[in-house]
């Protein structure tokens, strides 16, 4: 008997993607009243529609592993990464009225520092133009890292790890997504008026300040601040290297260690943001391989034989390949 044929060839990634645009479809519905948020619910159901399409044409054999489309195919969610982010912010300030939970951060950080870090450390430091360079420099890096850890991977023709790197990130992004909506801070340019007043004015640099300043100028960045998403995934994608790549760790670590301290520095965060984006790592990446696995497990249970001998050789040579160092 012949083996039915699937409409859809879904990987872990595509079913974390859809999951997300659809809660996000959802939660701008609830606002629909505005019709900016009605078309851009149904943007994120027709992001979904791309998704789906990518899957229908993989389930027909035409997409070919290694070719440009192949790439596309596997990696397209990083290109919402900025929209979702950018959107999370603005959900919160619809859910809350635009309150936040800045004023309990901002005594914890006195409790913690004695002083608010994000204002001391532009203050004592800002004048230096180079390190207002590397500063911006690491900050705007965040993008790179977290793609890096998938495109390595694929390609060195990892592709089963590059999508569980991929699909590693996007949950954990998509968990602080939900977060950032029930759960808004603003961040200390947001909370303290000196702050918001400056607005970078302070830090000049070379090409990366002006470049992050003219970025930041009309953007509304009011929310989304704990725990940092750019000290947690910075984090992950630090970890996900020193698993598979080891010697990219040379690049990562320090890229990240100056992150951590830009994202006070640049006043987006609090300290105790940092160490709570260090402190959510662990349950992000636990949560990430729990749902990991539920969704194999239910995409094996649909998945015609010849596909899943296919994958249980892909995952047997990838559990036998030695790590590349």
Known sequence: MKPTRQSFAFTTVDLVTIGINTFLALMHFVFASDPTNLFLGLAFLAASGVTLAFAAADARGSIRRGTVLHFLRLFHVQALYAPYFMRVITLSQLVWGGQSFDSFFFRMEEAVFGVQLALVLPERFGHLRALNELIFFAYFAFY??????????????????????????????????????????????????????????????????????????????????????????????????????????????????????????????????????????????????????????????????????????????????????
């Open 144 to 325: 790179a890292l977290l793609c890096l850890p998938g495109w390595v991977l694929y390609l060195k023709r990892r592709y089963r790890e590059a999508e569980r790197a991929l699909f590693t990130i996007t949950a954990s992004f998509g968990l602080l997504y939900v977060w950032y909506v029930f759960f808004p801070v603003h961040g200390p340019k947001y909370y303290i008026e000196e702050l918001h007043a400056r607005w970078y004015q302070d830090l000049d640099g070379y090409v990366f300040t002006p470049l992050m300043r003219t970025i930041f100028e009309d953007a509304n960045l009011a929310g989304a601040a704990v725990p940092s998403s750019h000290v947690a995934i910075s984090t992950i994608a630090t970890i996900l290297v020193g698993r598979s790549v080891p010697r990219l760790l040379l690049a990562f670590v320090p890229i990240t260690a100056v992150l951590y301290v830009s994202t006070v520095y640049i006043y987006a965060h609090y300290a105790v943001d940092v160490l709570l984006g260090l402190a959510v790592v662990p349950l992000l990446l636990l949560a990430s391989h729990a749902l990991h696995t539920r969704l194999e497990l239910w995409l094996s249970l649909g998945r015609p034989a010849a596909i899943e001998g296919a994958c249980a050789a892909d995952n047997e040579r990838t559990n036998t390949r030695r790590p590349a160092s």
